[in-house]
């Protein structure tokens, strides 16, 4: 019997509509291991099927994805700053990236407002989540 657990917080994850699918798939995946890099509370117990088989944990808890135009997008983050939620960030930039140290610099040579973003993700209270997803659809 499965239970309906409430949790405080929510993880959200924002991704530009207008990406290619393999696109959208890398860049939430990136995207989530921030989240999970940063909040280790989050993470479940390994798994195990009948057979014994061991496999890795997982996220314990919902994430929701919601699509974005640019604009959007640059909305989504500013809200998240003006309440001290630091989110991880996926530039269109990091698509000519070979590796995470590159990542970082292709971020670090841009100023904010300037940022060519395609994602982002953020973990806070669910009321502060609400806040900075306002107006968004689930992406589709």
Known sequence: ????????????????????????????????SGIAAAFS????EP????SGTKYHAL????????G???PALSRALDRALTRNVVPAVYTE???????????????????????NLV?????AERKVIDKIVDGLKFHS
Not at 2 to 28: G, H, P, Y
Not at 94 to 105: I, P, Q
Request: net charge negative; glycine share 6%; aromatic share 8%.
């Open 1 to 32: 019997m499965e239970t309906c657990m409430q949790f405080d917080t929510k993880i959200a994850v924002v991704i530009r509509s207008d990406l290619q699918a393999w696109q959208k798939l890398n860049v939430a995946a990136f995207l989530t």
């Open 119 to 123: 994602g982002i993700a953020v973990r």
């Open 68 to 70: 974005a135009d640019g």
């Open 59 to 66: 996220i314990g808890q919902p994430i929701l994805i919601y």
């Open 41 to 44: 509370e989050c993470i479940g």
């Open 47 to 50: 798994y195990e099927d009948a």
């Open 93 to 115: 930039d990091m698509f000519k990236t070979t590796h995470d140290a590159a990542n970082r610099e292709v971020v670090k040579a841009v100023p904010r407002a300037d940022l």
